[in-house]
C-alpha cells in the first residue's frame, strides 16, 4: 500500500506515503506504471469500470489515481483501523466509495483489482476472494516490493515444478507430502532451510540500500519506517512483514487460477540486488 499506516494524515508534509515517493527507490516508477495500465484498460474496456483498489490505507495512491482518470467507478478498500479515518478524510468530497470491511467480505463483482504494495501483507487467502469477485474479462494489477530475486538453479526449479506454495512458519514448502510432514511434527526439508537463508540475505543488502538511499535524500523518516520494517522482515516467523522471490509469487498467483498477462520492473536496468518491485497483469 505505501501509505501513512503508523500515522494516517492528509497533508503531504510529514506523510509517510508522500515522502516514500522521493525516498523510497522504485515507488514513484511504480505509480506511473499502473496509472498507464489504468488509462489504457479504461480506454479500452468500452463501458465506464468498476475499479477496486485493496489494502489502500489512507488512499495516497488510490486519490493520485482518481484525479489522474475520472472516468471510472473507484472503490477503495481498506480495514486496518489506523488508517481508516485518513481514508475517509481524504475521498470525504470525491465520488470514490469506500469500504471498511475485510477483502474477503466484498460480494460485489469489480472489472479490475489493484493491490499495490499490499500483498506480502495480505493472508495468503486473499487471491481467492478476488478471483471470486473480479469479472471474468477483468484485470488484477499486482504490484508490490518483493524481495530482490533470490532462487537460481536447483532452487528456481524447486519453485517451478511446485504443486503447491505454502508458506510454514516462514519456510516455503512445494508439494503436498511437505505440507503433511511440517502438519505433522514440524519437519522441513534441508533446501526449505537453504532458501530462506538465501532470502534473509538478499533480504538484508535491499534494506540497506533502501536505508541509503532515503538518508542521501534527508527522508528520515523513510529510514525509520524501512529499518522497523527490516526488523520484522528478517524474522523468518513474521507475520506483519514477508518479502518473498518474484518466482516463488508468480508461481503462488499462478496457482489461484490467475494468468500472468504482464510483467513490468520498475528498474530494470538495476543490478539483481535492486530488482525489487514488479508491476503484474493477470487475467483469470
Sequence with gaps: MFDSQKTPT?????????????????????????????KRFVAEFGRRPRILDIGCGTGFFASRLLKAIPEMDLIVQEN?????????????????RIFTGA?????????????????????????????????????????????????????????????????????????????????????????AREIEKLRLRMLWRWYRYVVDYAMERDCLEVAVFELRAARDDLKTDSADEFKLSPLAVEKEVESKGFKKRARHPTAPNEPLEKQSFFIYEYGK
Excluded at 497533508?11 to 511504480?30: F, I, N, Y
Excluded at 485518513?86 to 468530497?93: C, P, Q, T
Excluded at 469489480?110 to 487467502?125: A, C, E, N, Y
Design 103 to 191: 477483502a474477503s467480505d466484498w460480494d460485489e463483482p469489480v472489472d479490475m483489482v489493484i493491490s499495490w504494495g499490499t500483498h506480502h501483507h495480505q493472508p495468503r487467502t486473499y487471491l481467492d476472494h478476488i478471483r471470486r469477485f473480479l469479472d471474468p474479462k477483468g484485470l488484477l494489477i499486482l504490484g508490490d516490493e518483493f524481495c530482490p530475486e533470490y532462487c537460481f538453479g536447483e532452487h528456481a526449479e524447486r519453485i517451478r515444478n511446485a504443486s503447491r506454495i505454502y508458506i510454514a512458519n516462514g519456510y516455503l514448502l512445494t508439494s503436498d507430502d511437505e505440507i503433511a510432514a511440517y502438519e505433522k511434527d514440524g519437519t522441513l526439508p534441508d533446501i
Design 80 to 96: 486496518w483501523a489506523a488508517a481508516i479515518d485518513g481514508l475517509e478524510r481524504r475521498f470525504a468530497d470525491t465520488p470514490a
Design 10 to 38: 492528509d497533508t503531504p508534509k510529514g506523510d509517510v506515503s508522500a515522502l516514500m515517493r522521493v525516498g523510497h527507490p522504485q515507488v514513484e516508477e511504480g505509480d506511473l506504471i499502473i496509472i498507464e495500465l489504468v
